[in-house]
């Protein structure tokens, strides 16, 4: 006996109903695959930026990209909840026109109220000469001004006498003090976020030392906890020193690399003594990948830190915020790129 199939014919209603039935699932199908997306696409946001968003800001740091044409830079915006801006460093000359001034421009940013150098090294003070040359207002600076014997011993590939006369001829012809790091204690920001000073040396307390150990080391809190470890080149000897004497203040969540993450800097306790648990490099990603970075880079990812790095992610937003309970909440704001090279690596 033949095996029979059977056979469904589809009336002209019976068609009609079935073709408006399959619309409807079809329809109601891509709706429900766009809630979903929105659904994630909000929990992502929230998770990663929703804090940046916050109309209850307290704070804003931006971790700038000045770090270009393969060239490394240090440049820091703090912008208060009460108006006020600080620039921690301002990245090499070459790389002020086409990253620092415009960056000011995107963050509204008129005037900088406190203009701080944090050494006399070139990729760290070069884009306040464009800033000076510019017009760009300028409350006060604060900066180490080494002596020529002092600046010479680093020259020309770190600190170049003409340039460190320029910025005190530039200065005082736009009328801008600039007084030295010892000068300085604290600044307020608004709304309890405090950016203070840890330990400031130059050639009279330390004859000896490297520049880069002139570093000027800087702490922000906000409402009266320690956020972030600003370390600028720190290299091995204020490192120690640091260890050995202000051991109390290292420990912070937050950390801009000392030295871009280069070989030099502090030794693998200095890291460990601060157990960051997010690190900020100011470098380009070739830098950072290379293997004068190796071993900042296999120190922090035995840490667990949460790496971010300028030459690959661009300009790094953080913002401290007041969550419903009156309790400061971290959120940041990560263009993107993707690092491809060994040790921790973020998108």
């Not at 994630?40 to 990663?48: E, L, P």
């Not at 180490?144 to 460190?164: D, H, M, N, Q």
């Not at 030794?267 to 070739?286: H, K, M, R, W």
Request: with cysteine; aromatic share 10%.
């Amino acid at each position: 006996m033949p095996n029979k199939t059977r056979e469904y014919v589809l009336t002209p209603t019976t068609s009609t109903l079935f073709k408006v039935l399959h619309s409807f699932v079809r329809e109601s199908f891509c709706l429900l695959m766009v809630l979903i997306c929105v659904i994630v696409v909000s929990a992502a946001y929230s998770a990663s930026g929703a804090a940046y968003q916050d109309r209850d800001s307290l704070l804003r740091w931006h971790m700038l990209h000045v770090s270009q044409s393969g060239v490394q830079g240090d440049a820091h915006l703090l912008i208060g909840s009460s108006g006020r801006v600080v620039l921690i460093d301002a990245g090499p000359e070459q790389n002020a026109r086409s990253a620092l001034i415009p960056a000011l421009k995107e963050h509204q940013v008129n005037k900088i109220d406190v203009m701080m150098v944090t050494h006399p090294h070139f990729d760290h003070y070069g884009g306040l000469l464009t800033l000076l040359e510019s017009g760009f207002s300028i409350g006060k600076i604060y900066m180490y001004l080494p002596t020529k014997a002092v600046c010479e011993r680093e020259s020309p590939w770190g600190c170049r006498w003409s340039e460190i006369e320029k910025i005190r001829l530039l200065a005082g012809k736009a009328g801008v003090q600039i007084f030295g790091p010892k000068n300085f204690s604290s600044f307020s920001l608004g709304d309890r976020a405090v950016l203070s000073s840890v330990v400031a040396f130059d050639a009279s307390s330390a004859p000896d030392w490297t520049l880069n150990d002139y570093s000027w080391v800087l702490a922000l809190s906000v409402h009266g906890k320690r956020q972030v470890l600003f370390t600028a080149d720190v290299n091995v000897q204020l490192g120690d020193w640091l260890l050995k004497n202000r051991n109390w203040v290292l420990r912070t969540p937050m950390l801009k690399a000392p030295h871009h993450g280069t070989e030099g800097t502090a030794g693998n306790d200095f890291f460990e003594a601060i157990q960051p648990l997010d690190t900020f490099v100011p470098a380009p990603v070739e830098l950072w990948c290379s293997e004068r970075s190796r071993r900042i880079r296999e120190v922090l990812e035995r840490l667990g830190s949460r790496v971010f790095v300028s030459g690959a992610h661009g300009t790094v937003t953080v913002q401290f915020s007041r969550d419903k309970n009156s309790s400061t909440r971290v959120g940041y704001r990560i263009p993107g790129g993707e690092i491809l090279c060994l040790g921790p690596v973020y998108r």
